[in-house]
Each structure stands twice: as structure tokens, then as C-alpha cells.
């Protein structure tokens, strides 16, 4: 943990989005799937946490590693996500993250920039709160 995070990518509705320009925020990136029946059963949470947060110095960005663009492009739809959605299977996500070997991944980054938090595997909105909180009160 420590290291300066790195993410800029194109969200599902064309615009521009880096962690560079989120300094000052502390962002969630939620690596996820629409296959991966977890991600499926946690995005409801996010979307909950997202509302609950983005007005106090939080972003969340999901970036999903599907390989079907228009897959993800209709889950986000059908489930009415808020939340900025981004595609990693395309080459307009330029990121440090390394290959994401299970979904979820999560990971958490500071005001500063840099990875604060990360965990594979189901996350609870308890526990992600525990860990934001801190983050957004420094």
C-alpha cells in the first residue's frame, strides 16, 4: 500500500476520466464483471454507498473487465447505475493496477493519489465505510 495509483480510462459515456484529476477525493475502484455473480450481488451497495458519499469528497469508479462491451453496457442500463462506468477490455484504460486475477477487487485510494486500501472477494458497505471514513476526515 502507499504507492501512487494509476487510472485513466473512458467511461461508458465517452467521457475522460483519470485518478489525476480526482486528487483531493477519495476514490473506490471497483474492479468487477457482469459474469461474477458477487459483483452482481454487491452493486446494489455501491450504488447505495455512491449516493450516500459522493457529495462528501468521495468517487467511485467501476471498471469492469468484461469482454462483451455491449454485456456491461446493458447490465449498467438494466440496473440503473450512477455511478461512472468504465470498460477495461478496450485500450482506453491505461492503468498501474496489474491483472485483476479475481472479481471483486477493490481498492481504495487516498486524497493524495495513492492506494490506502485494497481487497479481493466481498466487501460489506460496514466495511468500506470504516475504511472511507478515515480517509475523507484527513
Known sequence: ???????????????????????????MVNFWATWCPTCRAEMPQ???????????????????IDEDEKALRSVAKERGFTFPVAWRYDDKTDDNFG?????????????TGKVAWMKRGRVTYAQLQEIIDPLLSN
Open 1 to 27: 500500500m502507499g504507492e501512487a495509483a494509476k487510472l485513466k480510462t473512458v467511461l461508458l459515456d465517452g467521457k475522460p476520466v483519470s485518478l489525476d484529476q480526482l486528487k483531493g477525493k477519495v476514490v
Open 46 to 64: 455501491w450504488q447505495k454507498f455512491y449516493d450516500a458519499y459522493k457529495g462528501k469528497g468521495f468517487e467511485l469508479i467501476a471498471v469492469s
Open 99 to 111: 491483472d485483476i486475477i479475481g472479481t471483486p477487487t477493490l481498492y481504495v485510494v487516498d486524497k
